[in-house]
């Protein structure tokens, strides 16, 4: 199997110059399989820079956002993270190498099956997995030190502000179709503190959950 070196060492001099410098990031980018979380049809364009489709009209995101995400996120090794929205497992994949544990919610069971397959063949082992409605997030494993949306939201949840600790940091896309903006929203002992990073586009949030 090819390693794609080139392709990485591309990707990631991409991710340099717009402003990823976070080490342990970049070192995830670069060992995390990315080909093995898309159609092998589509494996030639694993390092591009861009989001690909990965079935049941879900995309897999743009490295760069995942990057972007993550960043913001703020990680450390300690943090139980939660994640809505697992699609092909591949932010999640990035998240656990930087937390200690992740919590990744889907409402496609065929993706989050999927996904875990593919997680465990990586030998990934510090993620819990759940065909689950993520605006209801995951109140038996609550409170989260992070919180990361991976579909649009119009507003974010009560229930996923109410399983945030204090001093957390929840990370979305936040607003109608096509005019979405990453927020992030950390939590204070007097409130929620929000700030737009910049506009994004995601699939939506849908309700419920799908067999
Ligand atoms: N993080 C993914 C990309 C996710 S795309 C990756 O790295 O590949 C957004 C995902 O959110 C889709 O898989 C979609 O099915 C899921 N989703 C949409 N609404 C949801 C909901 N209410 N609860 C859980 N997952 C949801």
Same mark, same amino acid.
């Given at each position: 199997?090819?390693?794609?070196?080139?392709?990485?060492?591309?990707?990631?001099?991409?991710?340099?110059?717009?402003?990823?410098?976070?080490?342990?990031?970049?070192?995830?980018?670069?060992?995390?399989?990315? =080909?093995?979380?898309?159609?092998?049809?589509?494996?030639?364009?694993?390092?591009?820079?861009?989001?690909?489709?990965?079935?049941?009209?879900?995309?897999?995101?743009?490295?760069?956002?995942?990057?972007?995400?993550?960043?913001?996120?703020?990680?450390?090794?300690?943090?139980?993270?939660?994640?809505? #929205?697992? #699609?092909?497992?591949?932010?999640?994949?990035?998240?656990?190498?930087?937390?200690?544990?992740?919590?990744?919610? =889907?409402?496609?069971?065929?993706?989050?099956?999927?996904? =875990?397959?593919?997680?465990?063949?990586?030998?990934?082992?510090?993620?819990?997995?759940?065909?689950?409605?993520?605006?209801?997030?995951?109140? =038996?494993?609550?409170?989260?030190?992070?919180?990361?949306?991976?579909?649009?939201?119009?507003?974010?949840?009560?229930?996923?502000?109410?399983?945030?600790?204090?001093?957390?940091?929840?990370?979305?896309?936040?607003?109608?179709?096509?005019?979405?903006?990453?927020?992030?929203?950390?939590?204070?002992?007097?409130?929620?503190?929000?700030?737009?990073?910049?506009?994004?586009?995601?699939?939506?949030?849908?309700? #419920?959950?799908?067999?």
């Amino acid at each position: 199997m090819s390693s794609f070196l080139p392709q990485k060492a591309k990707l990631l001099m991409t991710l340099r110059a717009q402003a990823i410098m976070q080490a342990d990031i970049l070192s995830a980018i670069e060992t995390v399989p990315r =080909e093995l979380f898309i159609p092998e049809n589509l494996h030639a364009h694993a390092y591009e820079n861009a989001s690909l489709p990965i079935g049941y009209k879900q995309t897999i995101s743009q490295p760069y956002i995942v990057a972007v995400m993550t960043q913001s996120l703020e990680l450390k090794k300690t943090h139980r993270v939660l994640e809505i #929205g697992t #699609g092909s497992g591949y932010q999640a994949a990035i998240l656990a190498r930087l937390s200690r544990r992740v919590y990744t919610l =889907e409402r496609l069971r065929p993706l989050m099956v999927s996904a =875990e397959k593919r997680l465990k063949t990586l030998q990934i082992s510090n993620i819990t997995y759940r065909h689950g409605d993520g605006a209801k997030g995951w109140p =038996e494993a609550a409170p989260f030190d992070r919180i990361i949306i991976t579909c649009r939201v119009t507003e974010i949840p009560t229930a996923l502000l109410d399983q945030l600790k204090e001093g957390g940091i929840l990370i979305a896309p936040v607003g109608p179709s096509g005019k979405e903006e990453l927020v992030r929203v950390k939590r204070e002992a007097e409130g929620f503190e929000k700030k737009s990073l910049m506009p994004v586009r995601f699939v939506p949030m849908l309700a #419920g959950t799908q067999a």
